[in-house]
């Protein structure tokens, strides 16, 4: 019986009935309405945020002569024309100057500041704007552009302190809580928008798997503004949207903020982020491998080989080891536990837990540094053998955009390559190269040019010249990535 298709009498009547009887059901405990207004926190959290300006020099084309307009042989302005494009420089480059808009927030009073690093690279100049109309240069500490983030540092006005974000556990974040988001869209200034945390541990690249998903409007000028929760407290950086069209779409992503803050500090202390390695190489733990190994399920990573001198050699690892746990964290698969090390602070002695022998062994290990690792590989490398002038260890072809390395162990495990891997590995891609338009990435692995095998940088170089030599127009490359394997044909440009 459905009670409102009862007249009102016997509707009253029915419902009374009911409620005596004990039927009507209690609101559920989990329901919650949606707060009236965020204007008070708002409020609050405005004076933290700002906005960013950058200028720099872009290059620009000048006049060039063969745009000079089709003159009549012997017509009086042919001259005039053509002494004009000279005189403005012909094919040489000029410069003009460059804007780009962003938005950060103050993390300490005494004026330092987090945005994204894609937001002020290549800036000359620096000015930050607060909600007051305040104006201030900034100095650059310094920047990540693996995790997308830099920090920079202004001077307060009157040495007075300014108001600065709190920040949140990112970890504690669910999906479905209130979030709120303050930057600067389009230039607009100070603009607030609202939504909830749509999904956790998003993938957008190779250098970070765990972005927050929000449906709170992020558009171009949000990059490097905070996103809050109802705490008022900074659970993520703005970074990221998902768009055809390239406005909001109800899909973008934010930086975590333990992650965030970890950056931050790093940045403030050393100019720098110093990522954790412990000098192993390793592969993915299949159900084959977990069977044969006596262990319940697939799961850590299974060590392929171990550096000699390094943290893990050190710290009692071994080949045939599966690492379960790294510092506190279970190690799931292949593809987090490269970012679960790098994140790990250098210098940190961290608890280890290994798969071997049929039972779990417990180590001590302490982290090195990453950077320090492949300096000392490729001094060790030299003074084993050192690499003749036409065999470069790392080797830039600008026709394709293109950085490459000869494949090491230090590349190996920052890509999550296995032993087998062999041939020319991508480590950069410059922006608009023939190599971006074909989505090459870093970790890509060059097998072959030109259908001819290819084991060092110095190869491709060659490969490449040749066919520029024959007038080719493109260059065709069979590359894997992560075992997936393709062709790809690249322009070749002049």
């Known amino acids: ?43 609050k959290l405005m004076p933290t945020v700002v906005n960013i300006t950058t200028t720099q020099n872009v290059p620009q084309q000048g006049p060039r002569l063969r745009d000079m307009p089709q003159l009549p042989p012997g017509s009086p302005f042919e001259e005039l ?15 003009r100057r460059g804007t780009s808009l962003g938005s950060g927030f103050v993390i300490d009073g005494e004026g330092y500041i987090v945005t994204n690093n894609h937001v002020i690279q290549g800036a000359e100049d620096i000015t930050v704007i607060f909600r007051d109309d305040t104006q201030l240069k900034a100095k650059l500490i ?55 945390i749509s999904a956790r541990g998003r993938s957008l690249n190779d250098s970070l798997d765990d972005y927050l998903q929000t449906d709170a409007a992020i558009n171009k000028g949000n990059s490097g503004g905070p996103l809050f929760n109802t705490d008022g407290e900074v659970i993520g950086v703005n970074t990221a949207i998902y ?5 909001n779409a109800g899909l973008a992503f934010s930086i975590p903020s333990n992650l965030v803050k970890q950056v931050a500090d790093q940045l403030r202390e050393f100019g720098k982020v110093k990522r954790g390695w412990i000098g192993v190489s390793y592969q993915s733990v299949t159900d084959d491998i977990a069977d044969s190994f006596g262990l319940d399920r697939a799961r850590g990573v299974l060590v392929a080989n171990v550096t000699a001198d390094g943290p893990a050699s050190k710290a009692g690892l071994k080949r045939n080891d599966i690492i379960l746990s790294f510092a506190g964290q279970d190690v799931l698969d292949l593809r987090r536990f490269p970012k679960i090390v790098a994140n790990t602070r250098v210098g940190n002695t961290v608890d280890v837990v290994v798969w071997r022998g049929g039972k779990e062994v417990p180590l001590k290990l302490r982290v090195g540094e990453q950077e320090e690792a492949e300096k000392q590989n490729t001094s060790a490398q030299g003074a084993k053998k050192p690499s003749p002038p036409d065999q470069p260890v790392t080797s830039t072809i600008e026709q394709l955009g293109l950085t490459l390395q000869k494949v090491t162990d230090q590349l190996r495990e920052r890509y999550g390559l296995s032993d087998q891997v062999k041939g020319v590995i991508v480590t950069k891609v410059a922006p608009n190269s023939p190599a971006a338009e074909k989505q090459l990435q870093p970790g890509d692995v060059i097998l072959e040019v030109d259908q001819k095998p290819v084991t060092t940088p110095q190869e491709v170089t060659d490969l490449v010249t040749k066919l520029q030599q024959q007038k080719k127009r493109s260059v065709l490359l069979f590359v894997e990535r992560q075992g997936d394997p393709r062709f790809a044909a690249l322009r070749l440009q002049k």
């Open 1 to 43: 019986m459905i009670l409102a298709d009862l007249p009102g009498y016997f509707r009253g009547a029915a419902l009374a009935a009911v409620a005596s009887l004990g039927l009507l059901a209690a609101e559920p405990v989990w329901a919650r309405q949606p707060t009236e207004s965020f204007s008070e926190l708002v409020d």
């Open 81 to 95: 024309f053509k002494e004009f494009f000279d005189k403005r420089g012909g094919e040489e480059q000029q410069k």
């Open 142 to 196: 310094g920047s990540d552009s693996r995790i997308d983030l830099a920090l920079l540092k202004v001077e307060p006005p009157n040495k007075k302190p300014l108001p600065a974000v709190k920040w949140g556990d990112s970890d504690k974040s669910r999906v479905g809580d209130w979030v709120i988001a303050i930057g600067n869209p389009f230039g607009m200034g100070h603009s607030v928008t609202a939504g909830i």
């Open 243 to 247: 768009s055809p069209s390239g406005t």
